[in-house]
T-cell receptor, first 114, second 119 residues
Framework: DGGITQSPKYLFRKEGQNVTLSCEQN?????MYWYRQDPGQGLRLIYYSQIVNDFQKGDIAEGYSVSREKKESFPLTVTSAQKNPTAFYLCASSILGSSKNIQYFGAGTRLSVL | AQKVTQAQTEISVVEKEDVTLDCVYE???????LFWYKQPPSGELVFLIR??????QNEISGRYSWNFQKSTSSFNFTITASQVVDSAVYFCALSEGGKFSGGYNKLIFGAGTRLAVHP
């Protein structure tokens, strides 16, 4: 079955540590996105990528980094510079980065600070 | 400015009741798209519907229906004869197609409405 796989489901970060969230899709989509969800709030865009080896900052990119070496993969690193990393992180993909295209989401990774 | 407002934070109903989730949006573009997503307790966002700004026809899909009114900038979602499985957080989102979109598919989400359906 085609879909988006995020791992791990739960992740804990120690002070000063970088952690990486995995996102893999087998939908053959060109565009991929990372969102952050905080309680009682909508999703906010962290980074997006429309093509391999290219990505752009979203609204809240500070303290995060990404890479897009393969079409199927778009990992997100939460760096020690992100002072409030506790949140639910969702990865999405779409056919192309066009406004009409539907974004499909993974099941998310819940990140907590120890 | 682009904005999506879901004024209802939480709604609680008893099974078989009808319930309407409100969504009001703001945009400068004439071309835009509106979406509804469902987020069950598992966390994954599930796509429900997409509507473009030029299509004001209401849509019905089983127990779900959507009412799009450009005059009031609203895109409301009604669940008829609600069921326990409808319990979830529902998000309304806006995507702009014109010059303000920044050239990519940026979704602006509302804060979500948590629906609890009790037996």
């Amino acid at each position: 079955d085609g879909g988006i796989t995020q791992s791990p489901k739960y992740l804990f970060r120690k002070e000063g540590q970088n952690v990486t969230l995995s996102c893999e899709q087998n939908l053959n989509h060109d565009a991929m996105y990372w969102y952050r969800q905080d309680p009682g709030q909508g999703l906010r865009l962290i980074y997006y990528s429309q093509i391999v080896n290219d990505f752009q900052k979203g609204d809240i990119a500070e303290g995060y980094s990404v890479s897009r070496e393969k079409k199927e993969s778009f990992p997100l690193t939460v760096t020690s510079a992100q002072k409030n990393p506790t949140a639910f992180y969702l990865c999405a993909s779409s056919i192309l980065g066009s406004s009409k295209n539907i974004q499909y989401f993974g099941a998310g990774t819940r990140l907590s600070v120890l | 400015a682009q904005k999506v407002t879901q004024a209802q934070t939480e709604i609680s109903v008893v099974e078989k009741e009808d319930v309407t989730l409100d969504c009001v949006y703001e945009t400068r573009d004439t071309t835009y798209y509106l979406f509804w997503y469902k987020q069950p307790p598992s966390g994954e966002l599930v796509f429900l519907i997409r509507r473009n700004s030029f299509d004001e026809q209401n849509e019905i899909s089983g127990r779900y229906s959507w009412n799009f009114q450009k005059s009031t900038s609203s895109f409301n979602f009604t669940i008829t004869a609600s069921q326990v499985v409808d319990s979830a957080v529902y998000f309304c989102a806006l995507s702009e197609g014109g010059k303000f979109s920044g050239g990519y598919n940026k979704l602006i989400f509302g804060a979500g409405t948590r629906l609890a359906v009790h037996p």
